[in-house]
T-cell receptor
Framework: GQQLNQSPQSMFIQEGEDVSMNCTSS?????WLWYKQDPGEGPVLLIA?????ELTSNGRLTAQFGITRKDSFLNISASIPSDVGIYFC??????????FGKGTKLTVNP | DTAVSQTPKYLVTQMGNDKSIKCEQN?????MYWYKQDSKKFLKIMFS???????INETVPNRFSPKSPDKAHLNLHINSLELGDSAVYFC???????????FGAGTRLSVL
């Protein structure tokens, strides 16, 4: 089935640093989503992207929908301790199932 | 106030038992989902219902049976539990099949 390659698998950074993570797919999507999961909680939507080339920001977060429709990246600027968690990308084509990446575990050292 | 709520949050049981997990959403959404998250945090869809009708049924053992009594509820019944069923199960909902999904807090199932 469809698979998303999400990288890096984990990141250890200092508070204040910028972070970048990305997802690539062998097939196209028309929706890319970025979720964050805190320990013991369900994934929470951060940013939704609906158009190839689209660049969207949500506070310190910025995400882009790749022009080929096969990739997306998420940037976090000036990281803070509460950014800790697992970040998931997810792609969807039409009303088909949402396909998730394997997650990027972010650790922020104060 | 919780939009998508699941019960119980934790479930510890013996191999061979039958158990159910309940999910309710108060968002007025038409579509609901069950996902399984394994120990490596990989999220995989199991089932999806739209207006009480099954629309996605991934390759899941038939020991797993979803039931949607109405649009706001999607329960998951698991028969003859096995060790490999241990995971976190997430319910989610969306306005329609192609819309953004909102997740519950998860049910951590441990089969001993």
């Amino acid at each position: 089935g469809q698979q998303l390659n999400q990288s890096p698998q984990s990141m250890f950074i200092q508070e204040g640093e910028d972070v970048s993570m990305n997802c690539t797919s062998s097939s196209i999507f028309n929706t890319w989503l970025w979720y964050k999961q805190d320990p013991g909680e369900g994934p929470v939507l951060l940013i939704a992207l609906y158009k190839a080339g689209e660049l969207t920001s949500n506070g310190r977060l910025t995400a882009q929908f790749g022009i080929t429709r096969k990739d997306s990246f998420l940037n976090i600027s000036a990281s803070i301790p509460s950014d800790v968690g697992i970040y998931f990308c997810a792609g969807q084509l039409g009303s088909e199932k949402l396909v998730f990446g394997k997650g990027t575990k972010l650790t922020v050292n104060p | 106030d919780t939009a998508v709520s699941q019960t119980p949050k934790y479930l510890v049981t013996q191999m061979g038992n039958d158990k159910s997990i309940k999910c309710e959403q108060n968002l007025g959404h038409d579509t609901m989902y069950w996902y399984k998250q394994d120990s490596k945090k990989f999220l995989k869809i199991m089932f999806s219902y739209n207006n009480k009708e099954l629309i996605i049924n991934e390759t899941v053992p038939n020991r797993f049976s979803p039931k949607s009594p109405d649009k706001a509820h999607l329960n998951l019944h698991i028969n003859s539990l096995e060790l490999g069923d241990s995971a976190v199960y997430f319910c989610a909902s969306s306005p329609a099949p192609r819309n953004i999904q909102y997740f519950g807090a998860g049910t951590r199932l441990s089969v001993l």
